[in-house]
């Protein structure tokens, strides 16, 4: 039989490649606005007739083409970006492919005007189809335009695919929306059919992203800032209460290059979880830059896919980081307590597995304790349940106290929670006696405890503010420092199905974390030689029974979810129940606690952990 295989003619290979490139008009102008970008242009003008179906115009200001790039630049895999495999590695630009012109020229009518600064002339081609139509030199201004007529001419199949001329349209905004936010320091114009659409000038980037949703954008961002080793994020985020129904304001920039990416965007859900409506969608606009090295760009034709050396971190960075914003700018808890910087995420992350990282504490600090002798107390009393330690530190963070400071004096601001009806708050306990015997918490029904307010009384649940300030406790502790852990005087067996003693050693090291010192693991029985200081020995085995049968339903798949899981799970074992009488001081401590906590005002399984009535709540109810 004779030989049957060709190889196909350069117009029909750049044809059939450019459909990769190539999908829509969108995508000829993602391309043309990146060149551009690219060519370090300060001035960009997209002009658009008919969606895209009849003009994609790009014009610039950037470096423009010397006469023989301006051929080159239609050949696949011409590019002055890369040179060798290595640079892939190395990459500051958005192109590098080589193939957006040569795909573009491939199936359109295109028209290109360029001019190096240094040069009289420039050049002027027209290429239809792949093929060279003229060439001649032009008297031109600096920079670049390519305009881009009858796109799809030669393949009618995709051009009848085309959508509607609104969804076409949409698909051209989002791109040029998508460039513009991720360069403010370049002016970008936009007209569809002869009227200017966007107008943006050079800018920061908060107000490049004002200039683009208009309306009330600017009220609605929160601001995020992280700097670690291996990603430096900036950017905003939208306030909850601005959240949509729909998945409209949400992107992700990865040194300056839209990306989608579905685990980030988990990661920011998380930090906003507890704070939206079912389904709500938050905005957020947030730029991260990361080493080149550190990313692949290449997995995807059109580059808004890239892999992540450690996307674990990333997550978690992300996450605390969005979670810290919401709560500094006063949205997520009702408190508005200063930053401090103890309570930063620290970031360890060279050698360690991603982990959930979360604020410091101080382990010895024993709220039982008078200040004079702390430390004597702690030693004596470290199993108690109600041991638990906080973050909270005396000379830099806002205490609880200051929630009682209206009572003393009027007119002082201290927490949101205060601000409301000084008149009236004041004016009930304003410099009085009584004020001085006024007990500060009471304990009702074992279940609640009760304290009066600035602007009227706060009503906290024992059971989950005290889940609150165990699970943030134990997340320190696994993601930050160890915890010191109390030895047993005689080791402790404990017997486990095969299942669940795969799981404690899949678990071991956050265990240990967290305090538990295994002396050995076997295969049905685990002999435990130290307890975290604030579980005691009858409540080992009912803890860890707990936290098996808790990861048995959902076993999370990274270290990260696992540490959150035991953490949870560990608290709600060991938080004081409901029906549990405390007294005045440990009221006291656990009001203190809680709002030591970086989310006070949820539990871990995001439920309230405190209410308010302001004074005005009950006028209202006694003059009925
Ligand atoms: P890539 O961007 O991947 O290099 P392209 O096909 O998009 O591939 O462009 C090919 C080359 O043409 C670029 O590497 C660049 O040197 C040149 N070029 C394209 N657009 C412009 C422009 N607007 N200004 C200056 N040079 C450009
Ligand atoms: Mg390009």
């Given amino acids: 039989m004779s030989s049957i295989i060709q190889l196909l003619p350069d117009h029909v290979a750049n044809q059939i490649a450019a459909g990769e490139v190539v999908q829509r008009p969108a995508s000829v102008v993602k391309e043309l606005l990146e060149n551009a970008v690219d060519a370090n242009a300060t001035d960009i003008k997209l002009i658009i007739k008919d969606a895209g179906k009849s003009l994609i115009q790009v014009i610039d200001n950037g470096k423009g083409m010397s006469v023989t790039d301006s051929r080159l630049c239609f050949e696949r895999h011409a590019t002055s970006k890369i040179r060798q495999a290595e640079d892939l590695f190395s990459l500051h630009t958005k192109g590098f492919r080589g193939e957006a012109l040569a795909s573009i020229a491939a199936i359109a009518h295109v028209e290109m005007k360029t001019k190096q600064e240094q040069e009289e002339l420039g050049v002027h081609i027209i290429i239809e189809g792949s093929k060279f139509v003229s060439q001649e030199p032009a008297v031109l201004p600096k920079g670049t335009s390519f305009a881009i007529k009858n796109l799809f001419f030669n393949i009618p199949a995709r051009r009848n695919f085309l959508k509607s001329e609104t969804v076409e349209q949409r698909h ?6 998508r460039v513009a936010m991720a360069h403010p320091n370049i002016h970008f114009t936009m007209y569809h059919n002869g009227s200017e659409m966007f107008n943006l000038p050079i800018s920061n980037f908060r107000q490049r992203i004002v200039n683009i949703f208009a309306g009330k954008t600017n009220e609605k961002l929160v ?15 939208g306030k909850p209460e601005f959240a949509k129904k729909s998945r409209g304001e949400q992107f992700f920039f990865v040194n300056n ?8 965007h988990h990661a ?3 930090a906003y979880e507890g704070l939206l409506k079912d389904g709500a969608q938050p905005s957020y606009f947030l730029y991260l830059e990361v080493p080149p090295h550190t990313i692949d760009i290449n997995i995807h034709p059109t580059k808004t896919e890239i892999k992540f050396d450690d996307e674990h971190a990333l997550y978690a960075i992300l996450r605390s980081a969005i979670k810290h914003s919401l709560g500094q700018f006063n949205v997520a808890p009702v408190l508005d307590f200063d930053r401090d910087p103890n309570l930063d995420t620290p970031y360890q992350y060279q050698n360690k597995e991603a982990e959930y990282p979360t604020i410091q504490f101080d382990s010895t600090f024993n709220p039982f304790a008078d200040d004079s002798n702390d430390r004597e107390l702690a030693k004596q009393k470290p ?5 638990a330690p906080s973050g909270y530190r005396k000379e830099t963070q806002p205490s609880w106290e200051s929630l009682y400071v209206g009572l003393k004096q009027a ?6 929670m205060t601000f ?3 008149a009236v708050s004041s004016s009930l306990f304003e410099e009085n006696e009584i004020e001085q015997e006024v007990k500060r918490t009471y304990q009702i029904h074992k279940k609640y405890i009760v304290s009066p307010i600035k602007s009227g009384m706060v009503i906290i649940n024992q059971k989950r503010a005290h889940e609150r300030i165990l699970y943030e406790e134990f997340l320190t502790n696994m993601t930050v420092h160890q915890a010191s852990s109390q030895q047993m005087l005689f080791p402790l067996q404990l017997y486990f199905s095969a299942v669940e003693i795969d799981l404690i050693r899949e678990l071991q090291h956050s265990l240990e974390n967290t305090g538990f010192l295994f002396e050995s693991i076997t295969e049905d029985s685990i002999v435990i030689s130290g307890l975290p200081v604030n579980v005691t020995e009858s409540e080992v085995s009912i803890v860890l029974e707990e936290l098996l049968s808790d990861l048995q339903d959902g076993i999370p798949d990274s270290s990260f979810c696992q540490n959150d899981t035991i953490a949870k799970s560990m608290a709600r074992s060991l938080a004081v129940k409901t029906g549990t009488y405390l007294t005045e001081r440990e009221q006291e401590n656990l009001v203190h606690n809680l709002f030591a906590c970086k989310e006070p005002n949820v539990s871990p399984f995001q439920k309230p952990t405190f209410i308010t009535m302001s004074v005005e709540d009950l006028d209202k109810k006694f003059s009925l």
């Fill in 172 to 177: 051209i905004v989002d791109e040029f929306q």
């Fill in 223 to 237: 601001p995020v800032k992280e700097e670690t080793e291996i990603v430096n994020l900036h950017g905003f985020i």
């Fill in 257 to 264: 290059r839209f990306i989608k990416s579905g685990y980030l």
């Fill in 268 to 270: 920011v859900m998380a």
């Fill in 383 to 387: 199993a108690k349940a109600f041991a």
């Fill in 411 to 416: 007119g002082q601001e201290v927490t949101e």
């Fill in 420 to 422: 409301e009806n000084d």
